[in-house]
């Protein structure tokens, strides 16, 4: 793996340690302090919006590659999922105007310290064959 993906998907303890404080600030109201997601996620509610998917290892975050989230997290997953063409409502919000890039991958550090490693491993090779990194 190239250095700069083994630097991102290795981050250090003081790393990781930034990002859980901007995910306790920023995610945890929706995605849950242990990143457990909001009860029933897989299921839309009447106005056709899913609940908050959980970012641990149950969920589907870590199928996504490292642009695709830093996009969705910056954007908002509306904005994203309408220039994929995919007919789905989004409830995420975009952050781009409150957190810097540094933030926000300080934040998908935090999440993907807490995936096994063959999840973390998963997702790096998503990331490296869709050319995130």
């Not at 999922?81 to 409150?98: E, H, I, N, Q, R």
């Not at 890039?101 to 934040?107: K, L, V, Y």
């Amino acid at each position: 793996m190239p250095l700069p993906a083994a630097a991102f998907l290795h981050a250090s303890e003081t790393d990781t340690g930034a990002g859980r404080e901007l995910y306790v600030e920023h995610c945890a109201a929706c995605h849950g302090a242990d990143l457990e997601g909001q009860p029933n996620w897989r299921s839309s509610d009447a106005n056709g919006l899913y609940p908050a998917p959980p970012h641990d290892e149950t969920g589907h975050t870590w199928h996504h590659d490292d642009a695709m989230l830093i996009d969705y997290i910056t954007r908002g997953g509306q904005a994203v999922l309408d220039d994929m063409d995919v007919t789905f409502t989004s409830g995420m919000p975009g952050f781009g105007s409150v957190l810097d890039q540094s933030e926000i991958e300080a934040i998908l550090d935090y999440i993907k310290s807490t995936w096994p490693q063959h999840i973390r491993d998963a997702q790096a090779q998503r990331s490296i064959a869709a050319g995130a990194d």
